[in-house]
């Protein structure tokens, strides 16, 4: 993963084409825009998972709803998952203790569109205060909210790429906790003839700075994880499937007792995702 920041952050440092600058002189609402859909997803072997004994299952379902848009100098994305709609308690983990729903919101505020300012350079387009919030659903496992600063910046082959550096703010806990580096990106391939298109999409969330205990909990120093998404797109539907490597995943020590939920973390590793998509 350390590797995979490093690659990214030469590519951005070395790269000589000049961005695109976001010009909002004019009218700042002229780019804003849309999208909503839902996720019907199956994911395998999923992490961060905890041990709650013989049998339980590290697979699930969930349905997802994904939107994101543009109004003005706000940026948004965010999803709310909704676990395992259809299995019992007897067969699956997240049942047992652990809560059915998480949420994620990252708004990020255009500081050019706020200041009416052109702050471009190099490949960097636009410069934005960023924020991220995680919510678990109520079981005062993974709530966090992040602030700090972020970037769209122009990539050789990958296009446009977020990225955006952190502090990160333990919502039970009430205290900082170290940081975190996310970039994301959508990169479409390939066309067909009838428009549809194939796409290579995907995120890394990586913490790092952190304490190795806080709040009297034992933790990692740092982890993350990071998506590879191989998608179909077409304009009603998408189909996909994604890989995603874990190390240390929100800071809980892969094997090792976590004091918040008295389980063993299984955090690190590799897992797979299966995804229908309808588009509204």
Do not use: C
């Not at 996720?39 to 697979?59: H, L, R, S, V």
């Not at 050019?112 to 991220?132: A, K, M, N, R, W």
């Not at 094997?255 to 939920?261: K, L, Q, S, Y």
């Amino acid at each position: 993963m350390k590797k995979s920041l490093l690659a990214l952050a030469v590519i951005a440092a070395s790269s000589v084409s000049v961005a695109n600058a976001a010009d909002y002189s004019d009218d700042i609402y002229k780019n804003d825009h849309k999208w909503l859909q839902f996720n019907a997803m199956y994911a395998i072997d999923e992490k961060a998972q905890f041990d709650f004994g013989e049998g339980t299952e590290k697979d699930h379902n969930y349905l997802e709803m994904e939107f994101g848009g543009r109004k003005g100098v706000v940026d948004l994305y965010g999803y709310v998952d909704i676990f395992d709609l259809g299995e019992d308690d007897s067969s699956n983990n997240n049942k047992k203790g652990q809560s059915k729903l998480f949420m994620k919101l990252a708004p990020r505020f255009s500081i050019d569109g706020i200041t009416g300012q052109d702050l471009s350079f190099g490949p960097v387009q636009e410069v934005y205060f960023s924020t991220l919030f995680n919510w678990d659903g109520g079981n005062d496992i993974v709530n966090n909210s992040f602030w700090g600063v972020g970037a769209d910046v122009e990539l050789p082959w990958f296009g446009k790429v977020g990225m955006n550096l952190y502090g990160l703010y333990d919502i039970n806990k009430k205290d900082w906790n170290g940081y975190q580096f996310s970039t994301n990106w959508f990169k479409p391939f390939h066309f067909f003839d009838n428009g549809s298109f194939l796409s290579y999409q995907g995120y890394i969330d990586y913490q790092f700075g952190a304490d190795d205990t806080f709040k009297g909990n034992n933790q990692a120093t740092h982890g993350g994880a990071m998506f590879n998404g191989l998608y179909w797109h077409s304009d009603n539907y998408a189909l996909g499937y994604g890989l995603k490597a874990y190390n240390d995943v929100y800071l809980f020590e892969d094997g090792n007792a976590n004091n918040v939920t008295e389980k063993v973390a299984d955090s690190s590793g590799i897992s797979h995702y299966l995804n229908a998509t309808y588009k509204f």
